[in-house]
């Protein structure tokens, strides 16, 4: 649990933050039923009778989602239950079908563990209460229609991770970094595709304020936070407005309230009279979820390195530094990709700039292309490959950017090896850098040569007329000369 | 334990009944009667039994089936919607829904 | 086909007329047209809500091409009709609700497609209680169904239009279903044989829930023989689609009784039933039971001493617990199956309203009746927050006692026995005043349910005026094929189970 240090008050005030995270799970079919989970369908084309909660459907569960839910609990250090209960939660709204969201109230799948993080230079440790699996409800449609709302169905029965925190958190900031590696967590393991924009990792942060020793101040909840952005602005607005509230003379209430991104403002969602008299109760037409130990130890062998864990050992085998470490484990994909790269060609931090530079780069810059698919284009050998030409000075920095654009246009599959490909490219482009001495100490002289005004400016002692020498070598040699070479021969030729 | 009208009044709300007062009156009176043969209950110690959720648990563990993770419901929108009260453009209509 | 045979159609029931079907003697067609016409000239039943002539008769055309074709199994031609909880493609489905007046849905329960595909000809929908909440069907939207026997008296519920149907002789069987007691109690106040079988052992898919933990689907039909046939087909896993129907391999309940069918002469004096053990729960035979009552059931298990059997003297302890434990959980499971009834998707929504809040409300209220709105405010006010532990929770702890009260009686005994109802059927409109005192009829039922046992009624005689009264029977866990053997044997020894209404012989 985070101390609370002076720095972190606002105002004087104490901020406790505690997430609510839900996180729809990448299965192909539905938690309840076998409609499809597929974004972006027309509406109620994915929304079958169970969905529908036509009369006489009944709930049968999908085994992708509970092992899911288990591959969260061994992330993070939880306990996965051996028995666990589905329970209704009953109110009523036109997204919800049934009038009630099959989910999981006393004994939830997975209990306990905990998320860790960096905040700078301090290690963050938040604790989870537990995470429970539950349907997703509909979506309603306001425009288009006055008056009316138009009911989408087909994300009802989605199913959902609910990922509840222990009110651990601090600051705005530790709660963004939070949410942050939750997502990187969700994502590298593969239970949830991550896409904020449509839905799939949502937030609700809880958010009270006391002074420092104080008991715990009422809290608020902020609803539906799908951008991180503006998850660090909602909750700072929100903290600002309760210690006003509470500087003027008021008391908070507890309230569910939504962030406006056009004012930047937080308000309260239209009071729902009988806050939350749920009645919840186990649900008679699902028996309770057995999951044997020895289907947790699958999961877990199965399981593939974590993040964290991979990039202490990027630091600890590779000799990277934090923040390589850090960005290079930010997905599976490239994380797997700089270490096929790194070993093959034993350059383990030319690898890691090229994935952190060029290469992110290029994705940033062609969109919609994922590591993976960028992995096939270019497999972690060519650029093994071409890291090697570097190192062993057949080109140059500059002269390999070019060669690397020219392996993003095809594998090179047709090629025996990745060096033949690479070695193709710099002959049919004639990048290969001069390193003959001999002929590099002839064209030295050349320069020297044509060039006496600047000789002579050098020897007067004029560093600057040493640059224009060297430039003059490079274009001499148009541009194949091999910069730390010509250095260190010019100076010798200068004497 | 004798319910009063303002119980009726919010159980009423929290079940989407409209009880207007002559039925409200009867639904207490009613209730009432039905919760005097509930009483009987309060006495029997059921210290250390195990709700039977499940009737033939009494007998056999019963554990909850998985299924596996396949999409076998092709869409069925029309058939689906047959008896819906209103529906536009495949959408199910309601009076706004405010937050 | 004679006139006289034309006329006896009705009077046979499912295996007497698989036979003749399997004989060719009759069709499909024939028998089909004579029972929609019977279904037509009986209106004031009330059992029908809806006939499916156009369908039937194709159905029955399919099934006679089968025969033709030389294929014999046990229900092919045979026409039936579901009650109107179960869920049908071609036939609205009201579950005697307004709130789902001309609901069509999509698909087809599993009972009703496992029947269809043994080659049953589905004639209709028939009357029940609005959402299986009654023990009378005169809660129908749709109006009362009447007892054949007396058509001033309920033919009890929430089967009723089912018992109705099947003791007029409108069908020879149909599908029921039973929660508390809503297959038994009607049989038994209509003189039909009925069953509910072991919790999880039918599928509920395509059934309009009422309470989940409680529901379970049987037949219903003029003997136990006839109930066999149907359980055969209606029984069995449905792992795909009910996450509480139960693992146990499908079974053939009617070859034992076959073979014992096919005894052609029955010898009165054999104990076919030797070392049976009946127990009868000294709560079962208390003050509450009318004296008619008594002396039918008392003279029925003297017929069982007679073929063999043993009575027991057996306690269910909590079986008055049973009332209260049934009517807190029945109501809260219902209160929250119901909720989704909205007017949203589907169902009635109000004509007219202000906004969203208002278009539930009016839909709910308009939709549901008042014994649905009273138990829907019983359930929802057990599970709301501060009530559930001393109401539902304690009901479901007691509800574990009782399971276990029986398991420690089927030590002594093999089956238990006892009356249905501690009545004959009452007139309609008798009891509305009095809704705790239909609650307290249902004793005897009641506690079959709350433990997941299979029970059965079989005709037993006549008590007051002149109604019929029935047996209950009741086994362990699984044990169908034995109740509706001993039931069988009992049906061979006697034939309170052939009497027919007098106004419905013809």
């Known amino acids: 649990m985070s101390t609370s240090s002076k720095s972190l008050l606002v105002q004087g005030y104490e901020v406790v933050i505690g997430f609510e995270t839900h996180a729809q799970l990448s299965t192909a079919s539905k938690i309840f039923s076998r409609a499809s989970t597929a974004f972006g369908a027309e509406p109620n084309t994915q929304a079958c009778a169970v969905d529908l909660a036509l009369p006489g459907t009944l709930p049968v569960m999908n085994k992708g989602a509970v092992e899911r839910a288990i591959q969260f609990g061994l992330a993070v250090g939880s306990h996965v239950a051996e028995h666990s209960v589905f329970a209704r939660k009953n109110y009523f709204y036109p997204d919800l079908p049934k009038g009630y969201q099959i989910s999981q109230f006393e004994i939830p799948v997975v209990q306990g563990g905990r998320v860790e993080f960096f905040l700078g230079d301090e290690k963050k440790s938040v604790r989870l209460v537990r995470a429970h699996l539950e349907e997703d409800a509909g979506k309603s449609l306001h425009e288009d229609f006055i008056g009316q709302s138009g009911i989408d169905l087909n994300r009802a029965g989605t199913p959902l991770l609910e990922i509840v925190t222990e009110p651990d958190m601090r600051s705005s900031a530790e709660a963004v970094a939070y949410a942050k590696e939750l997502h990187k967590i969700v994502t590298w393991i593969g239970i949830c595709d991550g896409n904020m924009q449509e839905g799939s990792f949502r937030c609700d942060a809880n958010v009270s304020v006391r002074k420092p020793g104080a008991p715990l101040g009422t809290r608020r909840e902020i609803k539906n936070l799908n951008s991180f952005k503006f998850m660090q602005q909602a909750i700072d607005f929100e903290i600002r407005w309760q210690i006003e509230q509470i500087e003027d003379g008021f008391e908070i209430q507890q309230a569910t309230v939504l962030f406006d991104p056009d004012t930047g403002e937080t308000r309260a969602m239209r009071t729902k009279e009988d806050a939350a008299d749920y009645r919840y109760f186990p649900d008679p037409d699902l028996p309770p979820l057995v999951i044997g130990r020895d289907w947790v130890e699958r999961v877990r062998s199965e399981m593939a390195e974590l993040p964290r864990v991979m990039a202490a050992r990027f630091m600890a085998d590779y000799g990277l530094p934090e923040y390589d470490a850090t960005t290079l484990t930010q997905s599976q994909a490239m994380a797997a990709y700089f270490e096929a790269a790194a070993q093959a060609c034993g350059q383990p931090k030319l690898a890691s700039n090229w994935v952190m530079g060029e290469i992110s780069k290029w994705l940033n810059a062609v969109e919609d292309c994922s590591f993976n698919e960028f992995a096939q284009i270019v497999p972690a050998a060519n650029l093994a490959a071409l890291i090697t030409r570097i190192s062993d000075q057949t080109i140059s920095n500059s002269a390999a950017k070019t060669v690397f654009v020219e392996l993003t246009h095809a594998p090179g599959t047709r090629f025996d090896s990745a060096f033949d490909y690479v070695d193709s490219i710099i002959e049919a482009r004639g990048l290969k850098q001069m390193s003959d001495s001999g002929a590099m100490e002839a064209l030295i002289a050349e320069v020297l040569a044509a060039n006496e005004k600047n000789v002579a400016e050098y020897r007067a002692g004029k560093d600057k007329a040493f640059n224009a020498l060297v430039g003059q070598v490079m274009k001499a040699s148009k541009g194949k000369a091999n910069p730390a070479q010509v250095n260190e021969l010019l100076k010798k030729a200068l004497g | 334990m004798a319910l009063n009208a303002q119980d009726i009044a919010r159980i009423a709300k929290l079940a989407r009944l409209e009880l207007d007062a002559a039925h409200s009156d009867r639904m207490l009176h009613q209730l009432n009667g039905f919760f005097d043969i509930v009483e009987q209950m309060n006495a029997v110690d059921t210290a250390g039994v195990e709700p039977l959720a499940h009737p033939t648990a009494v007998m056999e563990q019963v554990a909850l089936r998985l299924r596996d993770d396949a999409v076998s419901e092709p869409n069925q929108r029309e058939a689906n919607q047959r008896s819906a009260p209103a529906v536009e453009r495949g959408l199910f209509l309601v009076p706004k829904v405010i937050e | ?506």
């Open chain 3, 1 to 506: 086909m004679s006139q006289s045979m034309s006329n006896e159609l009705h009077q046979l029931g499912v295996a007497e007329l698989a036979a003749k079907l399997a004989a060719r003697e009759v069709s499909s067609t024939e028998v089909t047209r004579h029972l929609l016409a019977r279904a037509k000239a009986h209106p004031g039943l009330g059992a029908y809500l809806a006939l499916n002539e156009e369908a039937a008769l194709a159905q029955a055309q399919a099934a006679d091409a089968r025969l033709a074709a030389g294929e014999r199994t046990p229900l092919l031609g045979v026409p039936l009709a579901h009650k109107d909880i179960f869920v049908t493609r071609d036939l609205p489905t009201t579950a005697g609700s307004k709130m789902l007046n001309g609901y069509f849905s999509p698909f087809d329960a599993t009972v009703v497609t496992k029947l269809a595909d043994a080659g049953m000809v589905n004639l209709g929908k028939l009357n029940c209680d609005e959402f299986a909440m009654g023990s009378g069907n005169d809660n129908s939207a749709y109006g009362p169904a009447r007892n054949p026997w007396d058509a001033e008296r309920i033919p009890g519920g929430s089967s009723g239009g089912s018992a109705a149907a099947v003791a007029a002789r409108l069908v020879p069987a149909a599908t029921g279903t039973d929660t508390g007691g809503s297959i038994r109690q009607p049989a038994s106040l209509t003189g039909i044989t009925g069953i509910k079988p072991t919790y999880g052992r039918c599928s509920r898919y395509g059934m309009v829930a009422f309470a989940s933990s409680l529901d379970q689907a049987g037949p219903m039909a003029r003997s136990a023989l006839d109930c066999a046939l149907l359980l055969s087909a209606m029984a069995g896993p449905d792992l795909d689609r009910d996450s509480t129907s139960l693992d146990h391999p499908a079974e053939n309940f009617a070859s034992n009784l076959m073979a014992n069918n096919a005894r052609q002469s029955f010898d009165k004096g054999q104990k076919s039933l030797n070392g049976l053990r009946i127990g009868l729960p000294k709560e079962f035979f208390g003050d509450g039971c009318a004296p008619g009552v008594q002396a039918a059931v008392r003279a029925a298990l003297a017929e069982f001493e007679k073929l063999g059997a043993t009575l027991v003297d057996i306690s269910l302890p909590r079986t008055e617990l049973s009332i209260p434990v049934y009517y807190i959980i029945a109501p809260a499971e219902a209160s929250s199956n119901l909720s989704r009834f909205d007017g949203v998707k589907f169902g009635h929504r109000a004509a007219q309203y202000a906004d969203l809040a208002d278009m539930y409300q009016k839909s709910r209220t308009e939709g549901f009746g008042p014994e649905v709105q009273k138990r829907i405010m019983i359930g929802t006010y057990v599970l709301s927050h501060g009530y559930y532990d001393a109401y539902y929770l304690q009901a479901q702890k007691i509800r574990r006692l009782i399971a276990q009260d029986f398991q420690q009686a089927f030590t002594q005994c093999d089956v238990i026995a006892g009356p249905v109802s501690p009545t004959v059927a009452w007139k309609i409109g008798e009891k509305s005043d009095d809704p705790v005192a239909n609650y307290l009829a249902d004793i005897y039922t009641l506690s079959t349910s709350l433990a997941g046992l299979p029970g059965m009624s079989i005709p037993a005689g006549f008590g007051e005026h002149g109604m019929p009264v029935g047996l209950q029977l009741i086994g362990n866990y699984f044990k169908e094929a034995q109740l509706l053997g001993v039931a069988h044997q009992f049906q061979l020894a006697t034939d309170w189970h052939t009497r027919a209404p007098q106004e419905f012989r013809t």
